[in-house]
Each structure stands twice: as structure tokens, then as C-alpha cells.
């Protein structure tokens, strides 16, 4: 098998190639992912991270880390989980679906420390451009996530038309009407103070609900020198890919994408002393693909790939194709 290559499929040879607006999309729909990925800090070179535990499925990511200071005293910093940046100029006709769209925590963000569940800050802007539109927007009462659809039509529905025109004016809206699109884009973090205790480790975990893209997928897109590129998509995998599609009308299966920012445990010192990744295709008969080098199968749906003193240098996006487009989570 090739460096960096896991085939993807049902038996030996499995290739590891690793957020619908109002209503539902339909099913020739396609949506972009929205990149998020772990935990993040300003950089302190006294705090390592000892261990990482990062679990990918379709509908699931949780990850567990062991850090530990180096320090002879207790260090407390502050601890950010970056949300995906929402766009409503690029984003508010597309197909994408948040998981939660009804409130500001769109994918069920939830942390505990050793073992307790605390409730971080969870800070929320928006901009149009380079410029902040948070104030302009809390004053009309509109929802700073763009694509928090519901809430953003019963606003703009208690609007006069003089408030439509004038953000309509300020380039927030794209018409003065009540349908009309969002333009801003909104940015949130989740953040606390953590103090690092001397002396012992301390054990951070926390899931989300990955906003996934997904799109209909046929053997000669598949093929595409760009496409096996992107997930590592070996021959077994092609072969997995054609199969699924030909049993399938029209010859066309379906597949999400799941990403995950790994690069964001740079802002911890130093390398990571022990980084477990395992990837969960969900159903023995979908297909998985990511770009991992010497990767275990260690169930009929488990992938795991281990690295020792790592450093992070290579984003995943896992490819699951199936012809269950509930299973999925598309309606």
C-alpha cells in the first residue's frame, strides 16, 4: 500500500484515505463543510500536551486530552474553542445545515474537567468586511449567526420599512424586504480560565457535532486526479466508490466530509507526547477514506491511526460515502 494511503471498504483492504438552511435539502443538494477543529490558547511554553484522543464519526466528534505543566507553580491561562465562521453572503442559499440552527451554540459544544462539565463564555460577533456589525445588528435585534434561520426571518419581519432600508443601506441586508439575504458574517469562540495545576496532569475532554458537507458523487468524479487526491482515495476505495453508485438511480451515491482542524495544537508547547486518532465510519457497509499513513482496522467500522512525539502538520477530512442518506443525517 502506498505512504499515506488506507484503502476503504468492507473487508482487509479498507482505505483510510479524516452545517439545510429553514427547511430540508433536497437531494441533489450539495454543502460545503465548515472547518473546526480542537481546543486552542495563547501559547505557553510551559504547558505540553501529554496526550490526545480524537474520535471522528459522522455525527460525532469528541476528543480527550491529557495536558501537563512543566512549571513549578500553577499557570492559568485562557482556553478557546473557535466555532466555524458563518458567512451569510456565501452561505444563506447554499444547502448547508447546521446542526443546531435554533441557537448560538449551532454544534453542541460541551467541555468537562477532570471529568466535570463547567460552562464556558461563549463570545459572538459579526462584520461586514473588515468592519464589526455586532452592535448595529443587537440593536435591530437580529441573530449575529446568519444562518440561524428561523430567528433571523421573525426579525426581519417585526421591522419597519425604514429600519429594512437603512440596513439594506449599510450593505447588511441584500434588499429592504423581509426575505431578504444576510450579508454580515458571524465568529464565536467558547473561552474560560483554566489553571494548570503543578505537579499533576490535567484532563480536558470535550464533543461537538461537526457541521459536514456533503455531495452526490459518481465514478468518474471519483477517478478525478483532484478528488483522489484530496481524500486519498485509493484503487479499493474507487472500486468501493463505483459499486455503491452503480446500485444506486442515476449512478450516483452520496458522501459527507467531516473535517477537523489538527493544526490548532500548535499553540501548545512542544510537540504531542502521544496523538490517537480513530475514525468511526458508522455502518460496516460505508466507505471510508482519509490521508493517514499506516492506519489499523480494529473493528467493522473502526479506524486507528497512533503517532508518538507528533506534530501536527496536516489537516483531516474524512470521506463517508453511502447510499443511506439518512444514515448520513440527510434529509
Not at 34 to 63: C, F, K, T, Y
Not at 195 to 222: C, M, Q, S, W
Not at 271 to 280: A, K, P
Amino acid at each position: 500500500m502506498r505512504p499515506g494511503i488506507v484503502g476503504i471498504g468492507q473487508g482487509a483492504a479498507v482505505l483510510l484515505a479524516l452545517a439545510a438552511l429553514a427547511g430540508p435539502a433536497r437531494a441533489n443538494d450539495s454543502a460545503a463543510a465548515l472547518d473546526a477543529g480542537g481546543l486552542v490558547l495563547i501559547r505557553d511554553p510551559e504547558i505540553e500536551l501529554a496526550s490526545e484522543d480524537l474520535r471522528i464519526g459522522v455525527d460525532r466528534i469528541a476528543v480527550d486530552y491529557v495536558f501537563r505543566n512543566r512549571s513549578a507553580a500553577p499557570r492559568t491561562v485562557r482556553v478557546a474553542f473557535p466555532l466555524p465562521d458563518i458567512d451569510g453572503a456565501q452561505l444563506a442559499t447554499s444547502a448547508l445545515s447546521l446542526p443546531f440552527e435554533d441557537r448560538a451554540n449551532f454544534v453542541g459544544f460541551t467541555v468537562t474537567v477532570d471529568g466535570a462539565a463547567i460552562a464556558p463564555d461563549l463570545e459572538e460577533r459579526a462584520y461586514l468586511g473588515p468592519r464589526e456589525v455586532t452592535e448595529q445588528l443587537r440593536r435591530h435585534n437580529l441573530p449575529l449567526n446568519p444562518m440561524r434561520r428561523g430567528d433571523l426571518e421573525a426579525a426581519l419581519k417585526r421591522l419597519g420599512p425604514s429600519d429594512l432600508k437603512a440596513l439594506e443601506g449599510a450593505g447588511l441586508l441584500s434588499e429592504a424586504a423581509a426575505d431578504a439575504m444576510p450579508q454580515w458574517r458571524s465568529a464565536a469562540k467558547f473561552h474560560w480560565e483554566q489553571t494548570f495545576p503543578a505537579g499533576r496532569d490535567l484532563k480536558i475532554a470535550h464533543a461537538y457535532v461537526p457541521v459536514k458537507g456533503n455531495h452526490l458523487l459518481d465514478a468518474k468524479e471519483a477517478a478525478s486526479r483532484d478528488y483522489r487526491a484530496r481524500y486519498c482515495l485509493d484503487d479499493a476505495g474507487l472500486v468501493g466508490v463505483r459499486r455503491l453508485a452503480a446500485g444506486r438511480e442515476g449512478g450516483l451515491t452520496r458522501a459527507v466530509e467531516v473535517p477537523y482542524i489538527v493544526t490548532t495544537a500548535k499553540n501548545w508547547a512542544g510537540r504531542i507526547g502521544r496523538f490517537t486518532l480513530t475514525v468511526d465510519k458508522g455502518r460496516p457497509d460505508a466507505l471510508v477514506s482519509f490521508c493517514r499513513a499506516g492506519v489499523r482496522k480494529t473493528g467493522p467500522t473502526t479506524f486507528v491511526w497512533e503517532a508518538r512525539d507528533y506534530l501536527p502538520d496536516q489537516d483531516l477530512r474524512v470521506l463517508i460515502v453511502s447510499n443511506d442518506d439518512a444514515f448520513l443525517g440527510i434529509r
